[in-house]
């Protein structure tokens, strides 16, 4: 199946600074990735969809200023977190989009916390 | 998106079978039935979907009533490790997005 890898799996940085974390397709072309954000004791919530070679679709209430997303490649999405603030903390995840009839895949998560 | 509704949370016994059900009334002829698992600290897991069809794999089963507006997943054995949040989600052939719902929060014990 495939192979999601995220990078990395926990971070912590201080509050104004940037922070990226990465999402490789290691076995396979990835034209379009998902990253979702979840807080604790809460499910995940979309945030954006990254469309290799395009600019990314947001989803409402998300600020595209602030989580620039990057997908420069068919193996590589990246999101950064601009200038961080505490209530960025949150559990960062990754996946493919694997088509309605196959399995989505999902990174192992990025824990970041803003101090 | 047509949502789901499943149990906050259910119990289970190690090495018993556990049933985990998920209504989805409005759910559209061309909705997949997608289920996923997250444990603690991890990124979600998938487990099985289908479209009519009970559907095995080698984690688990899904039975889909005729009518489509329920399923459930089976796991046939439950083992400690099967602890986690079960995600039941529709995935549409032209809505390529999964909107994850609460979950159930499936508890093993000993």
């Known amino acids: 199946g495939a192979v999601v890898s995220q990078h990395p799996s926990w971070v912590i940085c201080k509050s104004g600074t940037s922070v990226k974390i990465e999402c490789r397709s290691l076995d396979f072309q990835a034209t379009t990735m998902f990253w979702y954000r979840q807080f604790p004791k809460q499910s995940l919530m979309l945030m954006a969809t990254s469309n290799e070679g395009s600019k990314a679709t947001y989803e409402q209430g998300v600020e595209k200023d602030k989580f620039l997303i990057n997908h420069a490649s068919l193996t590589l999405s990246t999101l950064t977190v601009t200038s961080a603030h505490p209530e960025d903390s949150s559990f960062y995840i990754c996946s493919d989009d694997a088509g309605p009839n196959y399995g989505y895949t999902f990174g192992s998560g990025t824990r970041l916390t803003v101090v | 998106d047509a949502k789901t509704t499943q149990p906050n949370s259910m119990e289970s016994n190690e090495e018993e079978p556990v049933h985990l059900p998920c209504n989805h009334s409005t759910i559209s002829g061309t909705d997949y039935i997608h289920w996923y698992r997250q444990l603690p600290s991890q990124g979600p897991e998938y487990v099985i979907h289908?479209?009519?069809s009970n559907v095995n794999n080698r984690m688990a089963s899904l039975a889909i009533a005729e009518d489509r507006k329920s399923s459930t997943l089976i796991l046939h054995r439950a083992t400690l490790r099967d602890a986690a949040v079960y995600y039941c989600?529709?995935?549409?052939?032209?809505?390529?997005?999964?909107?994850f719902g609460k979950g159930t929060l499936l508890t093993v014990n000993p």
């Open positions: 989600i529709l995935r549409g052939g032209s809505n390529y997005k999964l909107t």
């Open positions: 289908g479209l009519t």
